[in-house]
């Protein structure tokens, strides 16, 4: 696990600069300072404040200000207390009691129990409420609580991974007084435990957060206020931040990196993750029913051109297998070459000498499916496909193609556990699944990982799995994309997470200020 | 009969230099086919007191002069050697600021249309005392008042209430009186009229010269009249000069001009001139001839409610454009229908050709018929429509061949073989020579144009022709020829004609009987003959008085 | 056309027209390389000999991305226009014969069209039938509709009224033989010029979707498009910006300029 | 002007809001089909796309739904914006003013600009100052406001520049300065292709007027050429020029949409377009018919204008 801080000198030095993460708390030069507002800006709308539906890139970010979870996952995606100070699991990982924080309080000063953790996890199991959460926590069967600051989750299955799933970031706590009010309402506004609290919320262009003088960690937040801008064009938005009328920017794009990189008084920050896009090859249909071909296309595209050419070199290459090496568990696979001269031997073998002729469905949103379609089809060319790249709308691509079509790109962020990244695309009750792998014994391998408490043992499983795919290749991974964030060189302790779902801004602090 | 000349013109006395001399001037535009020559050494001298009366057909150069000499010259024009001078001050060495000095102070201008040269946003008293306070430095309040004064000597009844009023508020004789105000406004020498009275009704047209004479006569105005109507100009201008293709070709005295005229061209355009003491039509229609189209009580209203109007249940104007009008016409007969503008003629001729709907009855021999809808296409075929304007009675993308075969497929009345040779035929008939099959409408004259139209309205060989104004958009000398081809095909064919018309003169030339249109109404129908016997209608009588026939005929 | 090219702004207008048809029908032939051809060595370079005008961010040669483009974007604009011209035509020429209450109820309709401003209008109908280059195409024809109808309506109006098709009436033609052989030969000039200049409306609303994601896709060459994508690249290489930002504005123009010399030329009237 | 004349024009006007209301309808009505899956993205399970598609409630007939629609859009209950939870009269009332403002700074300079430069091109017509006038004009409507939008961003607001910021918004109540300062690009952007079209408009009625036989003999009546244009040109050809600027208003509320996205003004432009994106349809519809309103309005108050500029319809 890296996280490299890009400045101007790593730049002239070149992009390979990597540290190790110092953790939570960051080597900083001198002691923070309190007080002084930060302005973000972003280019996605906050649609919504509703902590237990929201999924915009953007809300994350305000709902990791203003709530606090029972679990908080670190950069290095390890489970740590946060309104819990400790869990322990029953011996076969059937049952977790959570001891909570004393001494908590809400943004309008009640005091934070038991039976708010409750109501939240119920709230969340609820289909009803539609909240993301629900998928990692569907195997919870009750929530009691135990007492005041105690309470214990009992699972239908024995589930390892637990304080992860509980660590999801719509899992955060919410007040029992509030979900008895209408869920409409956490839409615009918030009582969390977190660092921040809401002012005033413009969906439209501003969303104001002050200090909660209430937060449990003492001495935090070292600011007075943050402000998140919303500014929906990338050009407008890098000006603004370039300018130094903004402190830090949320996501910045590859094309700009460099320049952003490069300004005087600015850090850009490039944080390796598990985001990636990917070539959907559906197994039951042809021509991609057979594994040569589906290994034609991984040697017919250069990885390292790819990364270079969509992402700038921001990112790294990848051997199809959708574990990157942000998680705990990644396995050796082997490397895959550019090798159109195979690709086109593989072709041949499998049936197609000519060639295969094949429209390739790329999404309009975000731009980088089709960019890749693009170059990948440049790439192919050589090696006997002739790829037609269509771009459609967003919505026709959900309705149509979306797990229907035969080949197109898909487009996934990283997973907390590898459990999650493989039972949201790859086993065969996946909530997505859309190649028709459906591997019984890929399948087994998963379902044993999950509920084994040994971690060598789970090591092993799924290390087993991962081979298993790259060997049948359901789909072409590529490559990973880095996550990408810029702060002027005033804010400290400004980062980002391989997640993108904990930003701990209560660690930043203005020089300024 | 024979009638008097009726001069209004008095002598008055003569000043031994001009007000306004052009000596040897001449004026060239450049344009895109080459120079043009519009102007060709004019000389001209107007005297104190004296009006010149500057006679000739649309092209012949007599605006240009009065552009001329106001200096307001488009940017193509080319000025050749010759003087303009006003009382001896050479205009074409002042310098543009001075001639806005001497503009509407020391020559006015009054122009043809009124409607168009006053400004709609703008009420009359502020376009009228403009003047005074620019050029006689008045107050807004003394100019008020003098202005009034100015109104109420060109015969305006309420002057205070007129000063108040937009030009669209105001008749079209109200508005050129005012116009006429403000060129007198500030006494000038010179006063160049371009045809004053040609947009308007014959009525007022007559007004209007009287008010010209009364005033020019107490101001002693030198007066330059340009117009086209020979027959006007011998009744107010002193001295008349005749102008052909930039040239003037003879000039003197009116009298002189009107009764010994020396020029091939002015005898020309005198011979031209309507006179309805010499009869084109010598036929007389004997009394027995059957009636072959009968009106009765026919009513033609204009308006219709659109959508909203009828949502919202509001009540419309309704605009009766003509209403009980009954008589008949009998075969062979040329009858004239006269009248001004607004009265209603070419509404009945737009009925009687089932283009208006229209009450009451319209019948042609024992056909009747109630309401447009009945039309037929026999009945069509047989009443025949030609329109004032040539221009746009032709399809200007179809050849002249395409415009005159085409009744003749519609009524099958040739074979397609024979559909050339009727064309060539109907070109010989309006004396048009057989190669103009081939033409569009835009290569044409209008006067050419106006044949064509006539030959198609004959091509079907129709028991009645209805012509609209046919002669009234075309010069004078083409007007006369294409009104005595009328007569000649009417006479040849037998034809009933109704013959639609403004022009007084014209009308009793040729018609056999005369009916009066006025606000709508027939008020009057009569022999030619009997125009002037005592049972006549006021309105006739005033019809009558109001249009100057050429003096020295 | 001589007369056009004597006009001032028609020599002008016919000379950027000229150039932008000779890249829509020759463009594909005249490009130096394949527009989708990558130059990974060479990305988001400004001009040079090997590339005139560039490259972009996959090192794609701007010139010939832009030759290419041509004809997507030329055929995109003259063909959203013709569908509207058509559609409206006939709605416009329809409520002007049959008059009534038909002509009521369309032109109402029309109006209540019209109070929708054209880029709404376009989105909202793109967003029902979908993105992309031909739904682009429909739904910008879709939004000239009303307003062609209306256009098309006055002309025949104003024809009708003219004495040469009262003459027709009064001899006792049919309709059909009314509209066909004396209507509308005299109302299409005032129709092509309209359409003429809609052409260039019909390019910028294109380009207008091809920016806000909802007009033509990658890997088209469609200019709106092209520049939509190099946005992100502006401040590292200018011309994948400029360049197709002035072909728009050239075809924009040419169809403008062209199209009010060829009002001039029909109707004198604005002239002295 | 009399009340039945206003009396016709505002009937004229609510006819054409029912029909645009209709239309607007129509077309939200065929979207629904996707909008389900565009509101609940990429992570809804085909129960919650069932869920919500009963939501939307289509089992009643179109003109039942139209009508309670209509109904509660006039008795102001507009509806919940389905993607950001707000009523969605608040969301449009006060998105509402920052457009206005923002296309009201765009008029001002429209008219302050557009209108000299007409009718200079108009009265110096055939010289350089009508040809640069006239080139303007022809390029300024050739460039999509996207494009313009870009360059000034580029040049006006780049970093190293940096004399305006690069879009954003502050409230008026809070720095008045700050206000306007932000928004002279998106008006700037928002102006070029207006300014352009009505200069050429203005000049083309300019010229009409000042060839015209009144203002020919103003000029024969001695009168100065000041005089002539200021007394007799202007107020003629400012008829026409309100005219057009009131159509014109459509192509700026069509360029709003452009603007406000790129330089995040937060009005009503990128409400439509959120909209539009997330299919949220009580917004798309209320918008739509909120921006036909006010361009049906100007044309109204255009009609209006005229009418006091010129005396024959005012006493019409």
Same mark, same amino acid.
């Given at each position: 696990?890296?996280?490299?801080?890009?400045?101007?000198?790593?730049?002239?030095?070149?992009?390979?600069?990597?540290?190790?993460?110092?953790?939570?708390?960051?080597?900083?030069?001198?002691?923070?300072?309190?007080?002084?507002?930060?302005?973000?800006?972003?280019?996605?709308?906050?649609?919504?404040?509703?902590?237990?539906?929201?999924?915009?890139?953007?809300?994350?970010?305000?709902?990791?200000?203003?709530?606090?979870?029972?679990?908080?996952?670190?950069?290095?995606?390890?489970?740590?207390?946060?309104?819990?100070?400790?869990?322990?699991?029953?011996?076969?990982?059937?049952?977790?009691?959570?001891?909570?924080?004393?001494?908590?309080?809400?943004?309008?000063?009640?005091?934070?129990?038991?039976?708010?953790?409750?109501?939240?996890?119920?709230?969340?199991?609820?289909?009803?409420?539609?909240?993301?959460?629900?998928?990692?926590?569907?195997?919870?069967?009750?929530?009691?609580?135990?007492?005041?600051?105690?309470?214990?989750?009992?699972?239908?299955?024995?589930?390892?991974?637990?304080?992860?799933?509980?660590?999801?970031?719509?899992?955060?706590?919410?007040?029992?007084?509030?979900?008895?009010?209408?869920?409409?309402?956490?839409?615009?506004?918030?009582? @969390?435990?977190?660092?921040?609290?809401?002012?005033?919320?413009?969906?439209?262009?501003?969303?104001?957060?002050?200090?909660?003088? @209430?937060?449990?960690?003492?001495?935090?937040?070292?600011?007075?206020?943050?402000?998140?801008?919303?500014?929906?064009?990338?050009?407008?938005?890098?000006?603004?931040?370039?300018?130094?009328?903004?402190?830090?920017?949320?996501?910045? &794009?590859?094309?700009?990196?460099?320049?952003?990189?490069?300004?005087?008084?600015?850090?850009?920050?490039?944080?390796?993750?598990?985001?990636?896009?990917?070539?959907?090859?559906?197994?039951?249909?042809?021509?991609?029913?057979?594994?040569?071909?589906?290994?034609?296309?991984?040697?017919?595209?250069?990885?390292?051109?790819?990364?270079?050419?969509?992402?700038?070199?921001?990112?790294?290459?990848?051997?199809?297998?959708?574990?990157?090496?942000?998680?705990?568990?990644?396995?050796?696979?082997?490397?895959?070459?550019?090798?159109?001269?195979?690709?086109?031997?593989?072709?041949?073998?499998?049936?197609?000498?000519?060639?295969?002729?094949?429209?390739?469905?790329?999404?309009?949103?975000?731009?980088?499916?089709?960019?890749?379609?693009? $170059?990948?089809?440049?790439?192919?060319?050589?090696?006997?496909?002739?790829?037609?790249?269509?771009?459609?709308?967003?919505?026709?691509?959900?309705?149509?193609?979306?797990?229907?079509?035969?080949?197109?790109?898909?487009?996934?962020?990283?997973? $907390?556990?590898?459990?999650?990244?493989?039972?949201?695309?790859?086993?065969?009750?996946?909530?997505?699944?859309?190649?028709?792998?459906?591997?019984?014994?890929?399948?087994?391998?998963?379902?044993?990982?999950?509920?084994?408490?040994?971690?060598?043992?789970?090591?092993?499983?799924?290390?087993?799995? &991962?081979?298993?795919?790259?060997?049948?290749?359901?789909?072409?991974?590529?490559?990973?994309?880095?996550?990408?964030?810029?702060?002027?060189?005033?804010?400290?302790?400004?980062?980002?997470?391989?997640?993108?779902?904990?930003?701990?801004?209560?660690?930043?602090?203005?020089? %300024?200020? | 009969?024979?009638?008097?000349?009726?001069?209004?013109?008095?002598?008055?006395?003569?000043?031994?230099?001009?007000?306004?001399?052009?000596?040897?001037?001449?004026?060239?535009?450049?344009?895109?086919?080459?120079?043009?020559?519009?102007?060709?050494?004019?000389?001209?001298?107007?005297?104190?007191?004296?009006?010149?009366?500057?006679?000739?057909?649309?092209?012949?150069?007599?605006?240009?002069?009065?552009?001329?000499?106001?200096?307001?010259?488009?940017?193509?024009?080319?000025?050749?050697?010759?003087?303009?001078?006003?009382?001896?001050?050479?205009?074409?060495?002042?310098?543009?600021?001075?001639? =806005?000095?001497?503009?509407?102070?020391?020559?006015?201008?009054?122009?043809?249309?009124?409607?168009?040269?006053?400004?709609? =946003?703008?009420?009359?008293?502020?376009?009228?005392?403009?003047?005074?306070?620019?050029?006689?430095?008045?107050?807004?309040?003394?100019?008020?008042?003098?202005?009034?004064?100015?109104?109420?000597?060109?015969?305006?009844?309420?002057?205070?209430?007129?000063?108040?009023?937009?030009?669209?508020?105001?008749?079209?004789?109200?508005?050129?009186?005012?116009?006429?105000?403000?060129?007198?406004?500030?006494?000038?020498?010179?006063?160049?009229?371009?045809?004053?009275?040609?947009?308007?009704?014959?009525?007022? #047209?007559?007004?209007?010269?009287?008010?010209?004479?009364?005033?020019?006569?107490?101001?002693?105005?030198?007066?330059?009249?340009?117009?086209?109507?020979? #027959?006007?100009?011998?009744?107010?201008?002193?001295?008349? #000069?005749?102008?052909?293709?930039?040239?003037?070709?003879?000039?003197?005295?009116?009298? /002189?001009?009107?009764?010994?005229?020396?020029?091939?061209?002015?005898?020309?355009?005198?011979?031209?001139?309507?006179?309805?003491?010499?009869?084109?039509?010598?036929?007389?229609?004997?009394?027995?001839?059957?009636?072959?189209?009968?009106?009765?009580?026919?009513?033609?209203?204009?308006?219709?409610?659109?959508?909203?109007?009828?949502?919202?249940?509001?009540?419309?104007?309704?605009?009766?454009?003509?209403?009980?009008?009954?008589?008949?016409?009998? /075969?062979?007969?040329?009858?004239?229908?006269?009248?001004?503008?607004?009265?209603?003629?070419?509404?009945?001729?737009?009925?009687?050709?089932?283009?208006?709907?229209?009450?009451?009855?319209?019948?042609?021999?024992?056909?009747?018929?109630?309401?447009?809808?009945?039309?037929?296409?026999?009945?069509?075929?047989?009443?025949?429509?030609?329109?004032?304007?040539?221009?746009?009675?032709?399809?200007?993308?179809?050849?002249?061949?395409?415009?005159?075969?085409?009744?003749?497929?519609?009524?099958?009345?040739?074979?397609?073989?024979?559909?050339?040779?009727?064309?060539?035929?109907?070109?010989?008939?309006?004396?048009?020579?057989?190669?103009?099959?081939?033409?569009?409408?835009?290569?044409?004259?209008?006067?050419?144009?106006?044949?064509?139209?006539?030959?198609?309205?004959?091509?079907?060989?129709? /028991?009645?022709?209805?012509?609209?104004?046919?002669?009234?958009?075309?010069?004078?000398?083409?007007?006369?020829?294409?009104?005595?081809?009328?007569?000649?095909?009417?006479?040849? =064919?037998?034809?009933?004609?109704?013959?639609?018309?403004?022009?007084?003169?014209?009308?009793?030339?040729?018609?056999?009987?005369?009916?009066?249109?006025?606000?709508?109404?027939?008020?009057?129908?009569?022999?030619?003959?009997?125009?002037?016997?005592?049972?006549?209608?006021?309105?006739?009588?005033?019809?009558?008085?109001?249009?100057?026939?050429?003096?020295?005929? | 056309?001589?007369?056009?090219?004597?006009?001032?702004?028609?020599?002008?207008?016919?000379?950027?027209?000229?150039?932008?048809?000779?890249?829509?029908?020759?463009?594909?032939?005249?490009?130096?390389?394949?527009?989708?051809?990558?130059?990974? /060595?060479?990305?988001?370079?400004?001009?040079?000999?090997?590339?005139?005008?560039?490259?972009?961010?996959?090192?794609?040669?701007?010139?010939?991305?832009?030759?290419?483009?041509?004809?997507?974007?030329?055929?995109?604009?003259?063909?959203?226009?013709?569908?509207?011209?058509?559609?409206?035509?006939?709605?416009?020429?329809?409520?002007?014969?049959?008059?009534?209450?038909?002509?009521?109820?369309?032109?109402?309709?029309?109006?209540?069209?019209?109070?929708?401003?054209?880029?709404?209008?376009?989105?909202?109908?793109?967003?029902?039938?979908?993105?992309?280059?031909?739904?682009?195409?429909?739904?910008?024809?879709?939004?000239?509709?009303?307003?062609?109808?209306?256009?098309? %309506?006055?002309?025949?109006?104003?024809?009708?009224?003219?004495?040469?098709?009262?003459?027709?009436?009064?001899?006792?033609?049919?309709?059909?033989?009314?509209?066909?052989?004396?209507?509308?030969?005299?109302?299409?000039?005032?129709?092509?010029?309209?359409? =003429?200049?809609?052409?260039?409306?019909?390019?910028?609303?294109?380009?207008?979707?091809?920016?806000?994601?909802?007009?033509?896709?990658?890997?088209?060459?469609?200019?709106?498009?092209?520049?939509?994508?190099?946005?992100?690249?502006?401040?590292?290489?200018?011309?994948?910006?400029?360049?197709?930002?002035?072909?728009?504005?050239?075809?924009?123009?040419?169809?403008?300029?062209?199209?009010?010399?060829?009002?001039?030329?029909?109707?004198?009237?604005?002239?002295? | 002007?009399?009340?039945?004349?206003?009396?016709?024009?505002?009937?004229?006007?609510?006819?054409?809001?029912?029909?645009?209301?209709?239309?607007?309808?129509?077309?939200?009505?065929?979207?629904?089909?996707?909008?389900?899956?565009?509101?609940?993205?990429?992570?809804?399970?085909?129960?919650?796309?069932?869920?919500?598609?009963?939501?939307?409630?289509?089992?009643?007939?179109?003109?039942?739904?139209?009508?309670?629609?209509?109904?509660?859009?006039?008795?102001?209950?507009?509806?919940?914006?389905?993607?950001?939870?707000?009523?969605?009269?608040?969301?449009?009332?006060?998105?509402?003013?920052?457009?206005?403002?923002?296309?009201?700074?765009?008029?001002?300079?429209?008219?302050?600009?557009?209108?000299?430069?007409?009718?200079?091109?108009?009265?110096?017509?055939?010289?350089?100052?009508?040809?640069?006038?006239?080139?303007?004009?022809?390029?300024?409507?050739?460039?999509?406001?996207?494009?313009?939008?870009?360059?000034?961003?580029?040049?006006?607001?780049?970093?190293?520049?940096?004399?305006?910021?690069? @879009?954003?918004?502050?409230?008026?109540?809070?720095?008045?300065?700050?206000?306007?300062?932000?928004?002279?690009?998106?008006?700037?952007?928002?102006?070029?292709?207006?300014?352009?079209?009505?200069?050429?408009?203005?000049?083309?009625?300019?010229?009409?007027?000042?060839?015209?036989?009144?203002?020919?003999?103003?000029?024969?009546?001695?009168?100065?050429?000041?005089?002539?244009?200021?007394?007799?040109?202007?107020?003629?050809?400012?008829?026409?020029?309100?005219?057009?600027?009131?159509?014109?208003?459509?192509?700026?509320?069509?360029?709003?949409?452009?603007?406000?996205?790129?330089?995040?003004?937060?009005?009503?432009?990128?409400?439509?377009?959120?909209?539009? &994106?997330?299919?949220?349809?009580?917004?798309?519809?209320?918008?739509?018919?909120?921006?036909?309103?006010?361009?049906?309005?100007?044309?109204?108050?255009?009609?209006?204008?005229?009418?006091?500029?010129?005396?024959?319809?005012?006493?019409?």
């Amino acid at each position: 696990m890296t996280n490299a801080t890009l400045n101007r000198r790593h730049v002239l030095a070149g992009l390979a600069s990597a540290t190790t993460l110092p953790g939570i708390v960051y080597a900083q030069t001198g002691t923070p300072r309190r007080g002084g507002t930060l302005k973000i800006s972003h280019s996605t709308r906050l649609a919504q404040l509703n902590v237990l539906q929201l999924s915009g890139p953007s809300e994350y970010l305000a709902v990791d200000m203003i709530y606090s979870g029972l679990v908080r996952l670190s950069p290095t995606m390890v489970p740590t207390p946060e309104l819990a100070t400790e869990w322990t699991p029953n011996k076969d990982a059937t049952s977790f009691v959570f001891k909570l924080r004393p001494g908590v309080t809400f943004h309008d000063g009640t005091a934070f129990t038991s039976a708010d953790v409750v109501a939240t996890f119920k709230a969340i199991l609820d289909v009803a409420t539609k909240s993301p959460a629900r998928a990692v926590l569907d195997m919870v069967s009750d929530i009691v609580a135990v007492d005041q600051l105690t309470v214990r989750f009992d699972l239908k299955v024995p589930y390892a991974d637990l304080p992860v799933s509980v660590a999801h970031a719509n899992a955060r706590i919410v007040s029992e007084a509030a979900l008895k009010r209408p869920l409409t309402e956490l839409d615009t506004k918030a009582n @969390g435990t977190g660092p921040f609290k809401i002012e005033s919320f413009d969906s439209s262009r501003l969303l104001k957060l002050v200090r909660h003088t @209430g937060y449990y960690r003492p001495g935090q937040p070292h600011l007075d206020a943050v402000e998140m801008y919303l500014f929906p064009d990338l050009a407008a938005e890098a000006a603004n931040y370039l300018s130094g009328a903004m402190d830090v920017m949320l996501e910045v &794009q590859q094309a700009d990196f460099k320049r952003i990189a490069s300004a005087p008084n600015s850090n850009a920050l490039r944080i390796p993750s598990g985001r990636f896009v990917n070539v959907v090859m559906r197994m039951d249909q042809k021509p991609f029913d057979d594994v040569r071909v589906r290994t034609a296309m991984a040697h017919a595209i250069d990885r390292p051109t790819l990364v270079d050419l969509v992402l700038e070199g921001l990112g790294r290459p990848a051997k199809d297998n959708n574990i990157s090496p942000g998680y705990r568990f990644l396995a050796d696979t082997p490397d895959v070459s550019y090798d159109p001269a195979r690709a086109k031997r593989l072709l041949a073998e499998a049936g197609y000498p000519q060639g295969i002729k094949i429209p390739l469905i790329c999404s309009n949103r975000p731009a980088i499916r089709s960019q890749v379609g693009i $170059a990948i089809k440049s790439m192919a060319m050589p090696a006997g496909f002739d790829i037609d790249v269509q771009t459609i709308p967003h919505d026709t691509y959900l309705a149509n193609v979306w797990r229907k079509g035969n080949f197109y790109i898909g487009y996934w962020g990283m997973q $907390a556990t590898e459990d999650a990244a493989f039972t949201l695309l790859f086993t065969t009750n996946a909530a997505f699944a859309d190649t028709a792998w459906n591997n019984k014994e890929f399948d087994a391998l998963v379902e044993k990982a999950r509920s084994s408490p040994d971690e060598a043992e789970r090591r092993r499983l799924y290390a087993e799995a &991962q081979l298993l795919m790259v060997r049948d290749r359901p789909s072409i991974i590529p490559f990973f994309q880095d996550v990408l964030t810029a702060s002027r060189s005033v804010v400290k302790g400004w980062s980002a997470h391989p997640l993108s779902r904990t930003f701990y801004v209560e660690n930043v602090w203005l020089e %300024r200020a | 009969m024979i009638e008097q000349v009726d001069s209004l013109v008095s002598p008055s006395s003569q000043d031994a230099r001009p007000v306004l001399h052009v000596q040897d001037y001449s004026l060239t535009y450049t344009t895109r086919a080459g120079p043009f020559e519009a102007l060709k050494s004019v000389d001209l001298s107007v005297m104190r007191g004296r009006t010149m009366g500057l006679v000739g057909e649309s092209g012949s150069g007599k605006t240009s002069l009065a552009w001329a000499i106001l200096r307001y010259l488009p940017a193509n024009a080319r000025e050749g050697q010759g003087q303009l001078l006003l009382s001896g001050d050479d205009l074409r060495a002042k310098s543009p600021g001075e001639i =806005t000095d001497i503009r509407g102070r020391r020559i006015g201008i009054v122009f043809q249309d009124p409607s168009t040269s006053l400004n709609p =946003t703008l009420t009359l008293g502020r376009q009228l005392s403009e003047v005074l306070v620019r050029h006689r430095r008045l107050s807004l309040k003394q100019a008020q008042n003098e202005g009034e004064a100015l109104l109420a000597r060109t015969g305006i009844s309420r002057p205070a209430e007129m000063m108040t009023r937009f030009p669209h508020q105001a008749s079209g004789g109200e508005k050129q009186r005012v116009v006429i105000a403000t060129a007198f406004a500030c006494n000038p020498e010179c006063i160049i009229f371009d045809e004053p009275t040609t947009a308007l009704d014959v009525i007022t #047209a007559r007004q209007i010269q009287d008010l010209f004479v009364k005033l020019q006569d107490d101001t002693g105005v030198a007066a330059l009249y340009i117009s086209h109507d020979l #027959a006007l100009v011998s009744r107010i201008a002193h001295d008349v #000069a005749v102008i052909h293709r930039g040239k003037i070709v003879e000039k003197g005295p009116s009298r /002189q001009i009107f009764s010994a005229p020396r020029d091939d061209y002015t005898r020309m355009l005198l011979g031209a001139v309507p006179n309805p003491n010499i009869r084109l039509v010598n036929s007389v229609l004997s009394r027995q001839s059957p009636t072959i189209l009968r009106l009765e009580q026919t009513t033609i209203r204009y308006g219709e409610k659109n959508l909203i109007d009828r949502l919202f249940g509001r009540e419309q104007k309704e605009v009766v454009g003509a209403k009980d009008i009954s008589f008949g016409v009998r /075969q062979g007969e040329i009858l004239g229908i006269v009248g001004e503008s607004g009265s209603g003629k070419s509404t009945i001729a737009r009925a009687i050709s089932g283009l208006n709907d229209f009450s009451g009855t319209v019948a042609l021999r024992d056909r009747a018929f109630h309401a447009r809808q009945q039309i037929d296409r026999p009945y069509r075929r047989n009443v025949q429509i030609i329109f004032q304007n040539p221009d746009g009675s032709l399809n200007p993308r179809q050849r002249v061949r395409d415009i005159l075969a085409r009744p003749l497929k519609l009524y099958g009345l040739v074979p397609a073989s024979g559909v050339d040779a009727k064309v060539e035929e109907l070109l010989a008939q309006v004396l048009l020579p057989a190669d103009f099959a081939r033409r569009y409408p835009h290569q044409l004259s209008g006067g050419e144009k106006q044949r064509v139209a006539i030959a198609r309205a004959f091509a079907s060989e129709p /028991q009645v022709v209805l012509c609209d104004e046919i002669t009234s958009s075309l010069d004078v000398s083409v007007q006369a020829s294409v009104a005595r081809l009328l007569v000649d095909l009417q006479t040849r =064919t037998g034809t009933t004609c109704l013959f639609i018309t403004h022009d007084i003169n014209l009308v009793r030339q040729l018609a056999h009987r005369i009916a009066v249109m006025y606000r709508g109404e027939c008020v009057d129908l009569f022999d030619t003959s009997d125009h002037a016997a005592p049972e006549r209608h006021a309105y006739t009588r005033m019809l009558l008085e109001a249009v100057p026939t050429a003096a020295g005929s | 056309m001589r007369e056009i090219l004597r006009h001032p702004t028609g020599l002008v207008g016919s000379f950027l027209l000229a150039l932008v048809l000779l890249a829509a029908l020759f463009g594909s032939w005249l490009a130096p390389y394949d527009p989708q051809l990558f130059h990974p /060595q060479a990305r988001l370079q400004g001009p040079s000999a090997a590339f005139w005008l560039g490259t972009d961010q996959f090192g794609r040669d701007i010139l010939s991305r832009i030759l290419h483009g041509a004809r997507s974007t030329v055929s995109f604009g003259v063909g959203a226009t013709l569908l509207g011209v058509a559609a409206g035509a006939v709605i416009g020429i329809t409520a002007g014969v049959v008059g009534k209450w038909v002509d009521s109820l369309i032109m109402r309709l029309v109006d209540g069209l019209l109070a929708v401003p054209d880029l709404l209008f376009t989105l909202l109908i793109v967003t029902v039938i979908g993105g992309g280059s031909g739904h682009a195409m429909l739904a910008v024809a879709v939004a000239f509709t009303p307003g062609m109808a209306r256009i098309s %309506r006055s002309a025949v109006l104003s024809v009708r009224t003219r004495e040469f098709v009262q003459a027709a009436t009064a001899r006792g033609e049919s309709r059909l033989y009314i509209m066909a052989a004396e209507v509308l030969p005299n109302s299409v000039g005032p129709l092509i010029v309209e359409a =003429t200049i809609r052409v260039s409306f019909a390019i910028m609303l294109g380009a207008t979707l091809g920016f806000l994601g909802l007009g033509a896709q990658p890997p088209s060459t469609e200019w709106g498009l092209m520049i939509s994508e190099a946005r992100q690249f502006m401040f590292r290489n200018p011309w994948c910006v400029a360049a197709p930002g002035v072909a728009i504005a050239m075809a924009a123009m040419g169809f403008n300029l062209f199209g009010d010399a060829l009002r001039d030329l029909i109707d004198p009237r604005g002239q002295r | 002007m009399n009340a039945a004349y206003l009396a016709r024009r505002f009937a004229s006007v609510l006819v054409v809001l029912v029909i645009v209301s209709i239309t607007v309808f129509a077309i939200t009505l065929i979207l629904p089909g996707n909008a389900a899956v565009m509101i609940l993205g990429e992570y809804a399970t085909p129960e919650q796309l069932r869920v919500l598609e009963l939501e939307l409630g289509l089992d009643r007939p179109w003109h039942v739904q139209y009508l309670s629609w209509m109904g509660n859009l006039l008795g102001g209950d507009w509806g919940t914006s389905m993607r950001l939870s707000l009523p969605v009269a608040g969301l449009i009332t006060e998105a509402l003013w920052r457009s206005a403002a923002l296309a009201a700074a765009a008029l001002v300079i429209v008219t302050v600009i557009a209108i000299p430069l007409g009718i200079i091109a108009a009265l110096k017509r055939g010289t350089w100052a009508d040809l640069s006038i006239s080139l303007f004009a022809y390029l300024g409507t050739a460039v999509p406001e996207f494009v313009t939008a870009t360059l000034l961003l580029v040049f006006f607001a780049a970093p190293d520049r940096g004399w305006f910021p690069a @879009g954003g918004f502050v409230p008026a109540a809070e720095s008045i300065w700050l206000f306007l300062y932000h928004m002279c690009l998106p008006a700037a952007t928002l102006s070029l292709i207006l300014t352009a079209h009505i200069a050429r408009q203005v000049r083309s009625e300019m010229s009409d007027v000042l060839g015209s036989d009144y203002v020919r003999a103003a000029r024969l009546k001695g009168l100065p050429e000041r005089t002539v244009v200021m007394r007799h040109g202007l107020r003629n050809a400012m008829a026409p020029a309100v005219a057009v600027i009131s159509l014109d208003v459509g192509y700026l509320l069509g360029g709003i949409i452009v603007v406000e996205e790129v330089f995040a003004w937060p009005g009503l432009g990128r409400l439509i377009i959120y909209a539009l &994106q997330n299919r949220d349809l009580p917004v798309i519809q209320a918008a739509t018919l909120v921006l036909a309103t006010i361009y049906a309005l100007s044309n109204l108050v255009s009609d209006l204008v005229i009418a006091a500029l010129d005396p024959r319809v005012r006493y019409a």
